[in-house]
């Protein structure tokens, strides 16, 4: 890696629901064009050599916890959190950590670490037998507290970013952090609904009746075969 790789923002801001009819999602090394906002965080490290990217890591974030709307979790990523603003922050002192993507409770999407880059979202964690979910997975950030429930406009933004993700690193598998690290971990909780994810992301009608496998592998189950059941949290 050589420092542009992490240089930051991509020109050319879009929407993030932009996509030309027919076109690959935009990407520009590692950072996603469908980002509304990019914030280059320093707690980041180099993924194992050759690893691929297979999965995405929903979780569930906000600061102080419950309250939404501010800037104290953009600050905690890019270590700039005023420890002495809320008590709950005497407990993040020190503490480095970041994660790919953040969607606001309005839907905005903001990227913090470079997608080929290992962010330090999960910590100590196994999905599948599989230790260390940092080095091949993508962090994804729901403002919100765990337990409670999201807002429409999450959904609706966490969609086309697992699209881009899918087509262009290859991501087909989701698992909440709670999944990952359980007993340690309970985000994003109940209130997420893994449902309305997986119909959000169900293929065309066209694909559909072609007999695809959905091409999404959810929670505690392997792929998902068209007809199926629903996903369980
Ligand atoms: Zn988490």
Avoid at 87 to 100: F, N, Q
Avoid at 145 to 155: I, S
Wanted: glycine fraction near 14%; hydrophobic fraction near 40%; include cysteine.
């Amino acid at each position: 890696m050589t420092p542009e790789d992490d240089a930051g923002p991509p020109p050319g801001a879009v929407p993030h629901g932009w996509q030309r009819p027919g076109a690959e999602p935009a990407w520009a090394q590692g950072w996603w064009q469908g980002a509304d906002r990019w914030c280059a965080s320093p707690n980041h490290g180099i993924r194992p050599p050759g690893m691929a990217l297979e999965l995405a890591v929903i979780h569930s974030i906000s600061l102080p916890p419950g309250q939404y709307g501010g800037l104290d979790v953009p600050a905690l990523f890019l270590n700039r959190l005023d420890t002495g603003a809320h008590p709950y922050y005497a407990g993040l002192v020190g503490l480095e950590v970041s994660a790919h993507f953040w969607i606001r409770r309005d839907g905005e999407i903001w990227q913090f670490v470079d997608v080929r880059r290992r962010a330090w979202h999960a910590g100590r964690s196994s999905w599948r037998g599989r230790e260390n979910c940092n080095d091949y997975s993508v962090g994804i950030e729901l403002e919100g507290l765990e337990g409670e429930r999201f807002e429409r406009g999450q959904y609706q933004a966490l969609v086309p970013l697992l699209q881009a993700l899918r087509s262009r690193w290859g991501i087909a598998a989701l698992s909440g952090h709670e999944h990952v690290a359980p007993g340690r971990k309970q985000d994003p909780g109940p209130g997420f609904d893994w449902t309305a994810l997986q119909q959000a992301l169900r293929p065309s009608a066209a694909v559909c009746a072609a007999g695809e496998r959905l091409p999404w592998d959810f929670p505690g189950e392997g792929p998902v075969a068209l007809g199926g059941t629903t996903a369980s949290a």
